[in-house]
């Protein structure tokens, strides 16, 4: 059997395993809860702000990178990569898949480096970045599959709410987040994950609150 992974299935793989094998198994799926459109939006127009400075320069929001990279202008792969059905693929010897979907991209000399934009109601916690550790390996191996080269690092670009004005605009605070990434870490995930889906049904999770709750007493 074949599988097609994304960053967010490791990262159930990562939460519990149970779990992942079952969806993938058994198609036996979590329970899909209340999904927020805010930051669907938001994700929507800060492409469409970041694409309206293609060969005009960078945003005033990366302003500290001024001078050693650009924005990615190849549209048409922009939009390939992009795409959740599509995006940045690589399978292995067997037929498994691993795809993921970029925000952006920035260039500094051959390399790219990928920028992924990233909403949140508060300000960073010492942790916050850490979270997405898995998807920034997984997008640098994934390019490097498919003979891009990058550097060793992601940039996170955070928004999250800091005023309203007089007249009723939020405004929202930014803050860049440098990433150091680790391809052969990504790699290593998927082929777990991978080991884990053909293998026998993984015990229940102790702290798993779905496991808990799908399992007997």
């Given amino acids: 059997m ?24 058994k198609d036996i799926k ?31 929001e990366l302003k500290e990178l001024d001078g050693e990279v650009k924005l990615f202008d190849n549209a048409d792969l922009l939009k390939e990569w992009r795409s959740n059905f599509k995006g940045i693929r690589y399978t292995d010897g067997r037929g498994n898949t691993l795809r993921g979907a970029v925000d952006n991209l920035l260039v500094k000399g051959k390399k790219l ?24 390996n997984c997008y640098n191996f994934l390019l490097r599959k498919n003979n891009h080269k990058t550097e060793d690092y992601t940039y996170l670009i955070f928004y999250y709410p800091s005023h309203i004005t007089e007249k009723g605009n939020v405004c929202f605070h ?44």
């Fill in 2 to 25: 074949h599988y097609t992974l994304s960053p967010s299935t490791l990262n159930l793989f990562r939460e519990c395993s149970r779990c992942f094998w079952l969806q993938f198994n």
């Fill in 113 to 136: 480096i990928v920028l992924d934009y990233k909403t949140r109601g508060f300000p960073l916690k010492e942790d916050t970045a850490a979270h997405y550790q898995d998807q920034m």
């Fill in 30 to 60: 979590r329970p899909a809860g209340i999904f927020p459109s805010l930051p669907s939006g938001m994700d929507m127009i800060l492409k469409k702000h970041f694409d309206s400075f293609i060969g005009k320069g960078l945003p005033p």
């Fill in 174 to 217: 930014t803050e860049l987040v440098k990433m150091p990434t680790n391809p052969d870490d990504a790699e290593k995930l998927f082929n777990d994950a991978l080991g884990c889906l053909d293998g026998e049904e993984p015990k229940a999770k102790e702290d798993c609150e779905y496991c808990r709750y799908m399992t007997p007493k």
